[in-house]
């Protein structure tokens, strides 16, 4: 019985391990500075032209060459413009367009002025949207996956919460960032039961940036030992009535 009342009191995970953010202070204001994505090879945009008479920028706004003008994000993928090896992307009317490393706007802003010193449009409206953005979360989560995402500024936060949040089993102080950085793989750590982690960098989830979440420690002795709580507590119990019945049988 004090073998099974130690292991039981091993199991328990104290709040301490479980709660976010937990010493957050209603009088403080948490900022953070949200990164402005910079586009890279492989990259897909949509791009849309709009103009005084739609029907003239037909030719630039793949979509609407579409016969059947599906909402699906395959459908929609296939009619945006890939950006190549060599950063750019062929564009109707000009050509190449370098795009990487430039932002959204820097994009927007470089397009409507080609269309304007082309003498093709003289005061287009330029809108573009980054198609395949995604984040991965893998680990002691309820729903590992990979996840699209057109939102400009996504955090961490929502990020975990579209993958279902941590199981109660997740190790809520060690989680894991892997972020491309200039081709480089970067990971970090991030505790969220800390408030830190609300003004770093890696609060936002950018395009690309896989979450790892491992079981806590716990969980892992647990799993180490025999594979699970009930296994080890039946096995315990026929220790123990083994012990019994051989000691009223001297």
Excluded: W
Aim: glycine letters at 6%; a negative charge.
């Amino acid at each position: 019985m004090l073998i099974i009342c130690i292991f039981l009191c091993n199991s328990c995970s104290s709040k301490k391990n479980i709660l976010y953010i937990q010493e957050a202070n209603e009088l403080i204001n948490y900022t953070n500075n949200f990164e402005t994505y910079q586009l890279r090879v492989d990259d897909i945009i949509k791009i849309d032209v709009g103009v005084e008479i739609p029907e003239s920028s037909i030719l630039l706004n793949k979509d609407q060459n579409t016969v059947l003008n599906s909402s699906t994000k395959e459908s929609i993928v296939l009619n945006g413009y890939l950006i190549d090896t060599e950063g750019n992307i062929e564009y109707p009317s000009i050509g190449k367009i370098y795009a990487k490393g430039k932002t959204i706007v820097e994009l927007k802003k470089h397009i409507s002025l080609l269309l304007k010193s082309n003498k093709i449009f003289n005061s287009p409206t330029v809108d573009i949207k980054l198609l395949n953005a995604s984040f991965t979360v893998l680990g002691d989560v309820a729903r590992a996956g990979n996840y699209d995402f057109l939102k400009n500024n996504m955090n961490i936060l929502e990020a975990i919460g579209i993958a279902g949040d941590l199981k109660i089993t997740g190790d809520r102080k060690n989680v894991k960032v892997i972020r491309n950085n200039d081709g480089e793989k970067v990971v970090h750590n991030i505790d969220l039961t800390n408030t830190s982690f609300l003004e770093s960098d890696l609060y936002q989830i950018l395009p690309g940036d896989i979450i790892i979440v491992n079981p806590n420690s716990t969980e892992v002795k647990r799993a180490g030992i025999i594979g699970n709580s009930g296994t080890l507590l039946s096995l315990l119990s026929f220790i123990l009535s083994s012990i019994i019945v051989i000691s009223n049988n001297n």
